[in-house]
């Protein structure tokens, strides 16, 4: 991937950062300070402005990453989602949002967004159809997310962006699953990107930051309400993210190999019902995934067959952490009912085809064989425990 005639990881590694002048240091250097000159200077800088020297430098990279204009860097996912969803709605507007999607999101559009005044639809499918069925006179935003969290789902972007531009509609796209190495949504026409940075930006479990990058204009409008939300990001942690993009396009590509990997291995296994995973020739959005991703990221999630209980599947892992979030090195699972989402009523989870025995399942960066022997073992030891029937 090119942009600006750099590679992806040349991008990770070199735009956007700061120059030490002083000590001709390797990396960036790290501006603390909270209290900046007001006179006699080009820019007043203060950090719920989101303008201090390594704020300002690694939006730069990650607007550089998604072939935006600008970017914004937020303290987590949703201080980003909810920024700038509401920056482009006010009361006695609408916004249509696919029917999967982050079950955080899910749960601010349907408990906050009635008492400020804004309705919304969710979708009944996919399709692009399904979305202008649900856009009214009222209609401001559509809203999407692809692959989805948790099953894997794929919305066609480029159809999204037709239908938002003839409605005259802004639209808006968590792209945090596919992370700007395998997917740039700007290139098929979205307005809004939004990242939860935690993720495979931070890439190290251990870092909690959100991002939006689009045109001026629209950043411009999101920076008019970030300011007074205040969900701005410490430079430090800045600091932190930047050191940790750097890697980000070799640890992504190690991931999309690994994750297609264990999903034929997981496909293969009798003991396993279902594998959601759109690198597969299988997945019923491969060919969509393959015409809009430049690969198939490092997520995927699978249900056992009903006879084996997730919960000690889960628990019998050895390598393999049952963890909440994802992205990291390490591979980790969860089950989304107990966790990202959990908010959501029983109903609502059933309807998006969210059973209580999915596991979402995260791909690190180790070697396939040994994250394949650890499942193994699982399954092995879950086995050697079941009881035998007595045939008399």
């Not at 996912?77 to 955080?104: E, P, R, W």
């Not at 003839?166 to 992370?179: P, Q, Y």
């Not at 999915?358 to 193994?376: T, W, Y």
Request: charged share 20%.
């Amino acid at each position: 991937m090119k942009h600006n005639n750099k590679g992806i990881n040349t991008i990770c590694t070199h735009v956007g950062e700061l120059k030490d002048k002083e000590f001709k240091g390797a990396v960036s250097p790290l501006y603390m300070s909270t209290s900046y000159a007001f006179e006699d200077v080009d820019v007043k800088r203060y950090p719920r402005y989101f303008n201090t020297p390594n704020q300002k430098a690694l939006s730069q990279k990650i607007a550089a990453l998604e072939h935006a204009e600008e970017a914004m860097i937020f303290g987590s996912g949703m201080a980003a989602i909810s920024t700038a969803l509401f920056a482009f709605l006010k009361a006695g507007d609408h916004v249509v949002l696919q029917n999967m999607l982050y079950g955080g999101t899910q749960n601010l559009v349907t408990k906050q967004f009635e008492k400020f005044g804004i309705s919304y639809s969710f979708t009944n499918g996919l399709r692009p159809a399904d979305f202008e069925a649900k856009i009214n006179k009222n209609t401001k935003v559509i809203y999407i997310e692809t692959p989805s969290n948790p099953l894997l789902t794929i919305t066609d972007l480029a159809a999204i962006a037709e239908i938002a531009k003839r409605h005259n509609l802004v639209s808006m796209i968590d792209n945090t699953f596919a992370s700007p190495v395998n997917q740039n949504p700007i290139d098929f026409g979205i307005d809004v990107v939004i990242h939860s940075a935690t993720k495979y930006m931070g890439g190290h479990s251990d870092i909690c930051a959100g991002a939006v990058a689009s045109s001026k204009a629209n950043m411009e409008r999101i920076f008019q309400l970030a300011i007074n939300l205040g969900g701005s990001l410490s430079d430090y942690t800045v600091w932190l993210l930047e050191r940790s993009i750097k890697t980000m396009g070799i640890r992504v590509k190690c991931q999309n190999e690994n994750a297609l990997r264990l999903a034929e291995y997981l496909e293969s296994n009798e003991n396993i019902k279902q594998v959601n995973y759109p690198g597969l020739p299988s997945h019923p959005d491969h060919a969509l995934a393959k015409s809009q991703m430049l690969g198939f990221g490092g997520m995927l999630s699978f249900e056992l067959k009903d006879s084996i209980d997730a919960t000690k599947f889960r628990k019998a892992l050895k390598l393999i952490k049952s963890s909440m979030s994802l992205a990291g090195v390490e591979s980790t699972v969860l089950s989304p009912t107990q966790t990202s989402h959990s908010l959501l009523s029983e109903e609502d989870r059933a309807k998006q085809g969210i059973a209580d025995g999915l596991i979402r399942f995260s791909i690190g960066i180790e070697e396939p064989e040994d994250l394949i022997q650890d499942i193994e073992q699982a399954l092995e030891q879950l086995k050697a425990k079941q009881p035998v029937l007595n045939n008399q």
